[in-house]
């Protein structure tokens, strides 16, 4: 049995962060009924061969799509009538956004005490000084400051490629409904769970704050080194085919670094004899291990580096990662056919549990391909009264289904 059959979540989730809490949703084995607008969320809405068509792919299968106006009085209905048959309503627009049409956190709880009510936005619903600003990754990262400690000493702020913002959030909304539910098994009630960006943003901070407070100032960035500068080795360094990444947590790292090296005497060079030391010598060790690693492969560098228990391990580009032979090998990642882009790399869940085997990944639905189907299920609407919500605006269903 999946661990969350018999839940049913209304996702109005758009581009990253809440879908991809969806999708974790989904994968555990909860219906996931996609809500859409009329020209379908922020992602879908790009149409054709774009950026976009990859994430809306990966983020949206194992879902169903009803697609409503929720800024037509008969669309609004619809939404405060499906509060009353789910378990959950997740989403992440901007405060106050869903309360404007009428079906905001407190109207859709009162109507359902069991409800959980879940949003992820930049900064929060609770007052502050932040609570209206509007929030994505590259604003969460530079107020965070996650972009003040990134990139090279000399060089300006950066953000990271990676949208990690917002897919910290997604996991903290997921985790965030898996708490509420559990509480309501003994409570009976559901509750509305708010995720601020922000929040979950700061603990990745937490050895940079360290040398903040250590330092009593903000020290300068530090590229791929250590943020406080107090760990060597702790850098990419060049391979002959490209880079590899290697860090010394430990002493004993350091000593199996340099037999890997063949090297052992640097483990006994003043110079290099203890992690105080090493960080005084950061440039001069770091050109030892460069003078090392620039004559030798990735793969060779990584056999040598794990037969000698060192923690290491290949810069890889993108097309090398939709091919790792790992994530292949655990069932994470899985070939599938893409009407537009061909052949993918599809994800599934990173979320194991024993004995339990996430569904089959099912393409992402066609707008509103769904709508027909759910009113009819958990709110009994009749041929003729969709006919009619379909020409008042307040619904689409494609022709296809009519």
């Known amino acids: ?11 109005f989730g758009q581009v990253y962060n809440g879908p991809y809490c969806g999708f974790l949703l989904a994968q555990a084995g909860a219906t996931v009924i996609k809500i859409e607008s009329p020209k379908g969320e922020t992602l879908r809405g790009h149409g054709g061969k774009t950026a976009a068509s990859y994430p809306f792919a990966l983020l949206n299968t194992n879902k169903r799509s009803l697609s409503i106006n929720i ?3 008969s669309g609004q209905e619809l939404v405060r009538a499906l509060a009353t048959k789910v378990d959950v309503i997740s989403e992440n627009f901007a405060p106050g956004t869903m309360a404007k049409y009428g079906i905001g956190a407190e109207t859709l709880t009162q109507l359902n005490p069991q409800l959980i009510y879940a949003s992820s936005t930049g900064y929060g619903n609770a007052e502050g000084p932040y609570r209206d600003f509007l929030g994505m990754d590259i604003t969460l990262q530079a107020i965070s400051g996650v972009m003040s400690i990134t990139g090279e000493e000399d060089g300006p702020p950066l953000k990271s490629a990676a949208a990690f913002a917002d897919f910290i959030a997604g996991t903290h909304l997921y985790s965030g409904i898996l708490t509420a539910l559990y509480r309501r098994r003994s409570t009976g009630l559901g509750g509305i769970v708010d995720i601020s960006m922000q929040d979950c943003v700061f603990p990745t901070l937490a050895t940079a704050i360290g040398t903040y407070y250590v330092a009593g100032k903000q020290m300068p960035r530090a590229g791929n080194r250590h943020p406080g500068k107090t760990l060597a080795p702790y850098n990419t360094y060049v391979a002959s085919d490209g880079y590899i990444a290697i860090i010394c947590v430990r002493e ?6 340099c037999k890997a090296m063949d090297r052992p005497e640097l483990a006994e060079d003043s110079r290099y004899h203890d992690f105080p030391s090493r960080c005084l010598n950061m440039a001069a060790l770091d050109a030892e291990i460069t003078r090392w690693t620039a004559c030798r492969t990735r793969a060779e560098l990584l056999n040598l580096t794990q037969a000698h228990g060192v923690i290491c391990a ?9 091919q790792d032979p790992h994530m292949l090998a655990r069932g994470t990642l899985k070939s599938t056919e893409h009407t537009i882009l061909g052949e993918i790399a599809q994800m599934q869940t990173p979320l194991r549990i024993s004995d339990h085997t996430p569904p089959a990944l099912t393409p992402p639905p066609e707008l509103g391909a769904d709508t027909a189907t759910v009113l009819t299920e958990y709110l009994g609407l009749t041929a003729a009264q969709l006919t009619a919500l379909v020409a008042e605006g307040a619904i689409v269903i494609p022709q296809a289904e009519r």
């Open 1 to 11: 049995m999946e661990p969350l059959a018999g839940i049913t979540v209304l996702d």
């Open 71 to 73: 800024k037509q009085g």
């Open 252 to 257: 004993g790292h350091f000593r199996r670094l």
């Open 314 to 322: 290949p810069v890889n580009d993108l097309s090398e990662v939709v």
